[in-house]
Nanobody, 126 residues
Framework: QVRLVESGGGSVQAGGSLRLSCVLA????????VAWFRQAPGKEREGVAA????????YYGDYVEGRFTISQDNAKNTIYLQMNSLKPEDTAMYYC???????????????????WGQGTQVTVSS
C-alpha cells in the first residue's frame, strides 16, 4: 500500500517561506498525479499544486500562482512544496496526495486521489 508522510510545516511571519516535503513509499507501480492540498478550519479542502507525472505538467491554484512551487525528486521519491511570500490566509493543514490514475486537467481535483498523507500544519502570522 502507498504511504505518504509530510514534514516541514511550522509557524512563520507573513512574507516568510517554508518548504514542505512528502515522502512516498509503497508497492504501487504508478502514480499519474501527485499533489498538495490544504484545508483551513471551517473551509473546504482546496488544491494547491499538482504534477501530472506522465508529462511532468504542473498545475497551481490561482491563489498561490507565482508564490508556491511544486517539484518532485524521483530518486528520493519525495514531493516538495516551496512556499514563498506567505500570507495569513495561507494558514491551513497541508496534505500531500497521490493518484494511481489521474486525468491531467483534473489534477487539482481531490476526487482524483487515492492516497493521502497525515497533514502538516502551516501557520502564518500577521
Amino acid at each position: 500500500q502507498v504511504r505518504l508522510v509530510e514534514s516541514g510545516g511550522g509557524s512563520v511571519q507573513a512574507g516568510g517561506s517554508l518548504r514542505l516535503s512528502c515522502v512516498l513509499a509503497g508497492t504501487s507501480s504508478r502514480n499519474d498525479c501527485v499533489a498538495w492540498f490544504r484545508q483551513a478550519p471551517g473551509k473546504e479542502r482546496e488544491g494547491v499544486a499538482a504534477i501530472y507525472t506522465v508529462g511532468n505538467n504542473l498545475y497551481y491554484g490561482d491563489y498561490v500562482e507565482g508564490r508556491f512551487t511544486i517539484s518532485q525528486d524521483n530518486a528520493k521519491n519525495t514531493i516538495y512544496l516551496q512556499m514563498n511570500s506567505l500570507k495569513p490566509e495561507d494558514t491551513a493543514m497541508y496534505y500531500c496526495a497521490a493518484a494511481t490514475f489521474c486525468i491531467a486537467v483534473q489534477a487539482l481535483d481531490d476526487a482524483e486521489y487515492d492516497y493521502w498523507g497525515q497533514g502538516t500544519q502551516v501557520t502564518v502570522s500577521s
